[in-house]
């Protein structure tokens, strides 16, 4: 179901590349991050070549989301972190590194080395009121 013939997610639906699966079904497939964060660090992809959130199709994603919450309960079940860090980054300006939508689904304890943070002084001065609003107005207003 996979599209193009460099790419390293696509080789690894295909079975050209070995990766150990959580599960699979004809939209997507969960498997084993091979150069984990931490143990029970999982990668979720469509099967179809989508580069990331800006292009996959609609009713794709729909799915893939009833997938992610599936697998993130897994993990959490299976390995019973304080919680699970899901993300996706979308181009490289977000540090997206192989261009393939993929969700990683990461256990993660309170007090870990690996997270995602937020600058310091991130809370030290909060945004103005009228920039929100021309800022939401605008992005409400792109057609898509």
């Not at 099967?47 to 989301?65: G, I, Q, R």
Request: hydrophobic share 40%.
């Amino acid at each position: 179901m996979s599209g193009q013939s460099d790419c390293t997610f696509c080789k690894i639906i295909r079975g050209e590349i070995p990766s150990t699966r959580v599960f699979e079904d004809d939209i997507c497939i969960a498997f084993m991050d091979i150069f984990p964060v931490r143990n029970g660090h999982c990668l979720l992809i469509p099967k179809m070549h989508y580069e990331n959130l800006f292009d996959v199709d609609l009713s794709v994603l729909a799915h893939m989301s009833k997938r992610l919450a599936e697998l993130v309960r897994r993990v959490k079940s299976a390995l019973n972190p304080d919680g699970v860090l899901t993300a996706a980054a979308n181009g490289a300006g977000a540090g997206q590194e192989v261009p393939h939508l993929h969700f990683h689904v990461i256990p993660r304890n309170k007090g870990d080395a690996f997270g995602f943070r937020f600058p310091d002084d991130y809370r030290e001065k909060m945004a103005d009121k009228k920039e929100l609003e021309f800022t939401a107005r605008l992005i409400a207003s792109v057609d898509i």
